[in-house]
T-cell receptor, first 109, second 112 residues
Framework: GQSLEQPSEVTAVEGAIVQINCTYQTSGFYGLSWYQQHDGGAPTFLSYNGLDGLEETGRFSSFLSRSDSYGYLLLQELQMKDSASYFCAVSGGYQKVTFGTGTKLQVIP | DSGVTQTPKHLITATGQRVTLRCSPRSGDLSVYWYQQSLDQGLQFLIQYYNGEERAKGNILERFSAQQFPDLHSELNLSSLELGDSALYFC???????????FGSGTQLSVL
């Protein structure tokens, strides 16, 4: 089976940097993705790591270590609009995509 | 706009009833995924289709079924509805191995 763990809640100050970790157990692994979901909205894709290392997209970066079954999402220069839930997701065998339980990020002034 | 269309946006029905949720994927995407999200919960994987064939199955109840048609749109059928089936149901589509999913706006199902 597949399981992913991430913190349930994180609070950070506007302008700061926050890191959201994700550890996974899976049979069959292609890569780790990250999604953002605002309250009442649909998840939107942020980043994907198929290989070890860091991927940077603007203020957001994502990291993957396949040997440690671990990844993280790094958000820099936090803005109030970044307050949302963030999900890691594993794409594994047979194209199954399993999501973590989500991390609710609250950005405070 | 993700390019994925889900209808209806809202659905209110009674226990014991049957409903059908519809999803049209982005143009060119062959894979369709269905997820259930209960209040303040994560996204529970239900089922995935690729070019008309079922490819992966999650913890989908026997009361639930789905299919993908030749034009690639998909339908999720929920029958003998229970109060606990009230949730937001998302459809997503992708081109490749699921590394990047595009989600529809969801169908909010309320079972009364």
């Amino acid at each position: 089976g597949q399981s992913l763990e991430q913190p349930s809640e994180v609070t950070a100050v506007e302008g700061a940097i926050v890191q959201i970790n994700c550890t996974y157990q899976t049979s069959g692994f292609y890569g780790l993705s990250w999604y953002q979901q605002h309250d009442g909205g649909a998840p939107t894709f942020l980043s994907y790591n198929g290989l070890d290392g860091l991927e940077e997209t603007g203020r957001f970066s994502s990291f993957l270590s396949r040997s440690d079954s671990y990844g993280y999402l790094l958000l820099q220069e936090l803005q109030m609009k970044d307050s949302a839930s963030y999900f890691c997701a594993v794409s594994g065998g047979y194209q199954k995509v399993t999501f973590g339980t989500g991390t609710k990020l609250q950005v405070i002034p | 706009d993700s390019g994925v269309t889900q209808t209806p946006k809202h659905l209110i029905t009674a226990t014991g009833q049957r409903v059908t949720l519809r999803c049209s994927p982005r143009s060119g995407d062959l894979s369709v995924y269905w997820y259930q999200q209960s209040l303040d919960q994560g996204l529970q994987f239900l089922i995935q289709y690729y070019n008309g064939e079922e490819r992966a199955k999650g913890n989908i109840l026997e009361r639930f079924s789905a299919q993908q048609f030749p034009d690639l749109h998909s339908e999720l059928n929920l029958s003998s509805l229970e109060l606990g089936d009230s949730a937001l149901y998302f459809c997503a589509s992708s081109v490749g191995q699921g590394e990047k999913l595009f989600f529809g706006s969801g169908t909010q199902l309320s079972v009364l």
